[in-house]
């Protein structure tokens, strides 16, 4: 009997600008790629487009990598949400904590909440902090709460309770009896049971703002790609053809890993950074391949630049913002700044040069794409010479570089400038390179890490452009360029494994014995948990399970994770002198959250990290003039299938392929390593 072909594995990371897809052929097992425009009006329309490409009658597994969770936060256009929280306490999202985003400026505005002060509702109950039920809520407050969230009409309903994640009974009564709106209902024991009140709440907030949009965002995909595989399967049926079929949906989550698309439109807020921690993931997996350990992840999109900063492993941090909003679910440590291809160049009201964070997006795009009408950083690297009309996407796409000049040039001159081209271009570049530079600054020395000591990893379809400039002027040694690093938060995701992030608040206080005993029983329930939910989404294997702790000395207001060991205390100790300088050898010390990790190894395709195999030797190598340092020189251009295994050039080089451009500023080495990344030597 012939055996059953596996289902084709897909990854898509929806972009501003491109939409990308990676996934392995399955009869040459070699990685494939492809870049389709965004739709930014329902970004599904790009995805279905792309799936019709790839698979025309093929089983398939999607794994996704979002941006309509960040979007939606951005621009405010989230579910009409109402809050029920204990009485007297409406107002704590709104209050927030005392620290000034600016200290000394006494009329700032205030992020306003997700909430209206109309959709605040309170409940008279009351749970101690150690779980004691004070006062419960009765039959006909239950029944008057209900009748008051009803009357507002929500399109969705965050439930955060007073010390709720102590004990949990006041709570789910609240739930209960909200069931009957029919909307979705975000229960704070289950999405975060952990202490601060306005971290919680905001994060439970936050996933009731996207829980409609991202369900009905993932529910039309879904229908989409139903559609299209039952229609290709009634134009296939016949003798000899084969029925099309659909496909399982996976989303990237903000942690690092994937997770099953009922989960994703349950908990929404888990997805915030969806496409950028792809990223972080696939970065860290291909320097390891040229055998670095210590990076900073550069990706540059075509709207925004996200950089991370990875130290051997990847690790995730509990107290992001987004849109200023607190998130307290895990996330990879991802800074963002809005600075991409497709950022637009401005002069302000004092007649200074300002790039971003404003960008053409896919539609209308930047002008060389033949509908934008200001100029962006990608027209600015292509009136340099950086880009090469004919070479972008493979050749299947021609930039307009006389529509870019005509248009750049009518555009100076209504804002009055007498630059030309080439100057206004160059200050493009320097400007949109300041802004990123500051953004490797925040994730390095600003937290006492020295840029020196790491690789620049330079991906996304404008990184490779950048990232010598950037690695100059902070002393970085070397950049990778990782093969198809147009695509690689999309191959980060192909690559992730299933995890599903636990955690609760405990609050003990231990002397020089850490409660053994007590934290296996604790974890043991929090195993459990994940074990069921990995059953119930019908995965095979067994997870890894990874406990880590959170402690503090007492009295102090914020904790150190470490993985849980029996020399928790003395490692804690080490952490903290090391972190901060000092121990405190006779105060005690709080064990405050536990969280638990279960990772399941996805089952990666049989690939190498990088499978960019070029010839030895080139059929062509073409010159072309690009400008550095504002002169125009002579460069040769290479293209990248074509450069063999360990071959060495010299700068100045542009290296083209499919989904990116690598600039080889003048005098710099690069080399291509056996796994078939760029290394460039600064």
């Known amino acids: 009997m012939a055996r059953r072909s596996e289902p084709l594995r897909i990854a898509i990371d929806t972009g501003g600008t491109f939409t990308d897809c990676v996934w392995i052929d399955p009869s040459t097992h070699r990685l494939r790629m492809l870049k389709v425009f965004s739709t930014p009006a329902d970004p599904s329309q790009a995805i279905v487009e792309a799936i019709a490409k790839i698979a025309a009658d093929a089983e398939f597994i999607l794994l996704h ?26 107002d704590a999202i709104e209050i927030g904590r005392q620290a000034r985003p600016r200290l000394y400026d006494f009329f700032f505005d205030r992020i306003e909440p997700l909430v209206a002060k109309d959709l605040r509702f309170g409940i008279e109950e009351r749970t101690a902090a150690t779980g004691e039920i004070l006062t419960e809520p009765t039959a006909v407050e239950l029944q008057k709460l209900a009748e008051q969230v009803a009357a507002a009409k929500p399109e969705s309903v965050a439930i ?47 996933n009731a703002y996207l829980q409609p949009v991202m369900r009905r965002y993932l529910e039309n995909m879904e229908r989409a790609l139903r559609m299209r595989a039952s229609g290709v399967g009634r134009q296939a049926s016949g003798p000899g053809k084969r029925r099309s079929g659909s496909g399982r949906i996976f989303v990237m989550q903000s942690s690092g890993g994937i997770t099953a698309l009922a989960t994703a439109a349950r908990e929404p807020v888990r997805t915030v950074l969806s496409g950028p921690a792809g990223g972080v993931v696939g970065a860290a997996a291909t320097a390891r391949g040229s055998g670095f350990e210590n990076i900073i992840a550069f990706d540059m999109g075509g709207t925004s630049t996200d950089v991370s900063l990875v130290e051997g492993t990847i690790t995730t941090a509990n107290d992001a913002q987004i849109a200023g909003l607190p998130i307290s679910v895990p996330m990879l440590d991802i800074h963002t700044v809005g600075a991409g291809g497709g950022s637009l160049a401005r002069f302000d009201a004092a007649g200074v040069l300002r790039v971003g964070p404003e960008s053409a997006g896919a539609d209308p795009g930047p002008i060389c794409y033949g509908r934008g009408v200001q100029p962006t950083v990608t027209d600015a690297n292509l009136l340099l010479g950086r880009l090469q009309p004919t070479k972008f996407l493979g050749g299947e796409f021609t930039l307009d570089l006389e529509r870019t000049r005509r248009v750049t040039q009518e555009w100076l001159k209504k804002q009055g400038s007498n630059l030309s081209l080439e100057k206004f271009a160059a200050g493009v570049v320097r400007v949109v390179n300041a802004t990123m530079e500051k953004a490797i600054r925040v994730v390095s020395i600003e937290r006492g890490r020295d840029p020196r000591r790491f690789t620049l990893v330079a991906f996304g379809g404008a990184g490779g452009l950048h990232a010598c400039a950037l690695a100059e002027a902070l002393s970085i040694p070397h950049v990778i360029v990782p093969a198809f690093p147009g695509a690689l938060s999309a191959l980060g995701i192909l690559w992730s494994d299933v995890v599903k992030d636990y955690s609760r608040t405990v609050l ?48 102090q207001g914020y904790e150190l994770n470490l993985p849980l060991t029996r020399n928790l205390l003395r490692e804690f100790e080490q952490e903290h002198q090391r972190r901060y300088g000092y121990v405190h050898a006779k105060r005690e010390i709080e064990i405050v959250t536990l969280r638990l990790r279960a990772a399941l190894k996805s089952s990666r395709p049989h690939a190498a990290v990088a499978t960019v195999r070029g010839k030895m030797g080139r059929t062509s190598t073409s010159e072309a003039e690009v400008f550095f340092d504002g002169r125009r020189v002579k460069t040769k251009i290479y293209a990248r299938e074509e450069l063999g295994t360990r071959e060495t050039l010299r700068g100045p080089a542009i290296v083209t392929e499919y989904s990116a451009t690598t600039v080889v500023p003048p005098g710099k080495k690069l080399r291509i390593d056996d796994v078939g990344n760029l290394i460039i030597a600064v």
């Open 65 to 90: 990598g979002t941006t309509v969770g960040t979007n939606t936060l951005l621009e405010r256009k989230g579910a009409w949400t109402a809050l029920v929280t204990t009485a007297g306490f409406e």
């Open 160 to 206: 955060s309770l007073l010390f709720s994640f102590a004990n949990a009974k006041n709570e789910q009564a609240v739930a209960e009896s909200l069931r009957m709106l029919t909307v979705p209902l975000s229960i704070s024991h289950q999405i975060l049971p952990e202490f601060r009140e306005y971290e919680r709440t905001s994060t439970v907030v936050i």
């Open 508 to 555: 003990w206080r231990v002397s020089r014995e850490i409660p053994l005993a007590k934290l296996n029983q604790e974890f043991s329930t929090l195993e459990k948990t994940a074990t069921r939910d990995f059953e119930g989404e019908c995965w095979n294997g067994i997870p890894r399970l990874i406990r880590t702790v959170d402690l503090r000395y007492r009295g």
